[in-house]
């Protein structure tokens, strides 16, 4: 959700950080911004160094593999198996998105602890700072 919304929010109603709920639309956005950030700084310095792996790339991360035809699923398993920063961020972000299936509270609060600490053990700084 967009800052000032939540600020205003917090502002005008008692309690407001308890009763906010983020849809699954807003968090998919935000974590998706964030793969595409480390996707530029890396596709950058890999291309500085002539390697071109992420170059046409950028699309790929963002959709539902799923949706993918055969052929791409397969070109882009091969990237989301590397050891690109890139992978690891699409991983944490797949990771996240998993949260919306829970049913129970229980179960999904301890995913979300798990999940919540994985970008601090990997030093994955743009999921840290992304809000």
Same mark, same amino acid.
């Given at each position: 959700m967009w800052d000032p919304f939540i600020a205003s929010l917090e502002a005008h109603v008692p309690d407001a950080a308890k009763e906010i !709920?983020?849809? $699954?639309? &807003? !968090?998919a956005q935000h974590l998706g911004e964030a793969v595409d950030r480390v996707r530029r700084k890396e596709a950058k310095t *890999? $291309?500085?160094?002539?390697?071109?792996?992420?170059?046409?790339? /950028?699309?790929?991360? *963002?959709?539902?593999?799923?949706?993918?035809? @055969?052929?791409?699923?397969? %070109?882009?398993? !091969?990237?989301r198996r590397s050891?690109? $920063?890139?992978? /690891?961020?699409?991983? *944490?972000? %797949?990771?996240a998105m998993a949260l919306f299936n829970y049913v129970? %509270? /229980?179960?999904?609060?301890? &995913?979300?602890?798990?999940?919540?600490?994985?970008? *601090? /053990? @990997?030093?994955? $700084?743009r999921f840290i700072s992304a809000r």
């Open positions: !709920v983020f849809d $699954k639309f &807003h !968090v *890999l $291309k500085a160094a002539g390697d071109d792996t992420l170059a046409g790339t /950028r699309y790929d991360w *963002l959709r539902n593999r799923a949706t993918m035809e @055969s052929r791409d699923r397969r %070109e882009f398993d !091969v990237l050891e690109l $920063k890139t992978a /690891r961020a699409w991983a *944490l972000k %797949e990771t129970n %509270e /229980r179960p999904c609060r301890k &995913h979300f602890r798990w999940w919540q600490n994985w970008p *601090l /053990r @990997s030093r994955a $700084k």
